[in-house]
């Protein structure tokens, strides 16, 4: 069982910053990888970033490319996800996952992640 905890969602204006952080288990790093999706109300879980491997692999969406950073702080047991240049259609709830056997193939893929922290809202607006 592995647990995850998101924290550091909250309002800011288009063109701000936000830092959300996912907590995970001890030694979930190691081997698991960890992705992001958001969600919006009546729409499916999208793809929004993952982490995985040593050294690390990264993936982003092309939604949030460019503007988007994901990391991890292996001592920390921590995965940051650094949002620059938010724009409204950034709004939404933001889980973090972690998924055992999650490939090049599906690490965009919401079922193929394990384990999922309750989310945090991330809400972009004047």
């Known amino acids: 069982q592995v647990q995850l905890e998101e924290s550091g969602g909250g309002l800011v204006q288009p063109g701000g910053s936000l830092r959300l952080s996912c907590v995970v288990s001890r030694f979930a790093l190691d081997y698991y990888a960890i992705g992001w999706f958001r969600q919006v109300p009546g729409k499916e879980r999208e793809d929004v970033s993952c982490?995985?491997?040593?050294?690390?692999?990264?993936h982003y969406a092309d939604s949030v490319k460019g503007r988007f950073v994901i990391s991890n702080e292996n001592a920390k047991n921590t995965v940051t996800l650094q949002m620059n240049n938010l724009k409204p259609e950034d709004t939404a709830v933001y889980y973090c996952?972690?998924?055992?056997?999650?490939?090049?193939?599906?690490?965009?893929?919401?079922?193929?992640?394990?384990?999922w922290g309750r989310g945090t809202q991330v809400t972009v607006s004047l």
């Open positions: 982490i995985s491997g040593s050294p690390a692999r990264t």
């Open positions: 996952a972690a998924g055992r056997d999650v490939t090049i193939a599906t690490e965009s893929w919401a079922p193929a992640y394990d384990y």
